[in-house]
């Protein structure tokens, strides 16, 4: 990750694309380093099951075992992050999270039927299906 001069760039966006990232703690480091003071990143980030379960948020009922078995050895895959996941990264990178929108997913598993992994996620992680986000480094 470090083709790109520090301070170089201006703004760094994607479409459904951080829900696929495995390291995310590296890629928002290195978007922190890319981007001069005042750029900013946007993202969407989808945070439904991608067909891998039959309800939105099903993916979070899987345990780690299921999971590496449902993935396979697709090199690509959701690496199913929350939305608090994202913005805490993104803050402990250094940026000021300057908007958020949230879209609710309908239809979900229970609370009761996630895995021990994520039994302990917020209300706001459990029910959010997907997030417009823009931060901006200082």
């Not at 990178?93 to 996620?121: D, M």
Request: with cysteine; proline share 1%; glycine share 8%.
């Amino acid at each position: 990750m470090d083709s790109l001069q520090e301070s170089s760039v201006d703004m760094i966006f994607s479409q459904a694309v951080m829900e696929h990232v495995e390291d995310l703690e590296a890629s928002y480091h290195a978007m922190f380093k890319w981007l001069r003071p005042g750029g900013f990143i946007s993202h969407q980030i989808d945070f439904k099951c991608h067909n891998t379960a039959s309800k939105w948020n099903g993916h979070w009922a899987y345990s780690k075992f299921l999971w590496a078995c449902v993935k396979g050895s697709r090199a690509f895959f959701i690496n199913r992050a929350t939305l608090s996941t994202h913005l805490g990264l993104i803050k402990n990178n250094g940026f000021e999270i300057v908007h958020t929108c949230t879209r609710q997913g309908e239809g979900g598993i229970a609370r009761e039927e996630l895995s021990k992994n994520f039994s302990a996620i917020s209300d706001e992680d459990f029910t959010t299906s997907g997030v417009f986000l823009q931060a901006k480094k200082s």
